[in-house]
């Protein structure tokens, strides 16, 4: 059974940094494509950070480019969102998700997600 469980959320002050853990189980990690998503009140849940299996193709969404950073180590089974230059707007339930597409793109559909992580960004 395929579990991804995330963790790393909480209040942050405008401008402050969090990094979001993402453990996986159940599945040949090292295979998988990983991607982190997000969903804030009353919107839908919109694509944030793509990894490809390896770690070497990396895609980010317009609106945290030069802020967050994906990255995964495969020996723990795990995958990162850095979180930089926190904004209000950036307030939402993060969630991971792993594909079967060893490199996938923005666009991909994901078979496994996990529960997700509140972040907010207050003072």
């Known amino acids: 059974q395929v579990q991804l469980e995330e963790s790393g959320g909480g209040l942050v002050q405008p401008g402050g940094s969090l990094r979001l853990s993402c453990a996986a189980s159940g599945l040949t990690f090292s295979y998988y494509g990983m991607g982190w998503f997000r969903q804030a009140p009353g919107k839908e849940r919109d694509v944030v950070a793509v990894?490809?299996?390896?770690?070497?193709?990396?895609y980010y969404a317009d609106s945290v480019k030069g802020r967050f950073t994906i990255s995964r180590d495969n020996a723990k089974n795990t995958v990162y969102l850095q979180m930089n230059s926190l904004k209000p707007e950036d307030t939402a339930v993060y969630y991971c998700?792993?594909?079967?597409?060893?490199?996938?793109?923005?666009?991909?559909?994901?078979?496994?997600w996990g529960q997700g992580t509140q972040v907010t960004v207050s003072s």
């Open positions: 990894i490809s299996y390896s770690g070497t193709t990396l």
């Open positions: 998700a792993a594909t079967r597409v060893g490199r996938p793109s923005m666009t991909t559909p994901y078979e496994f």
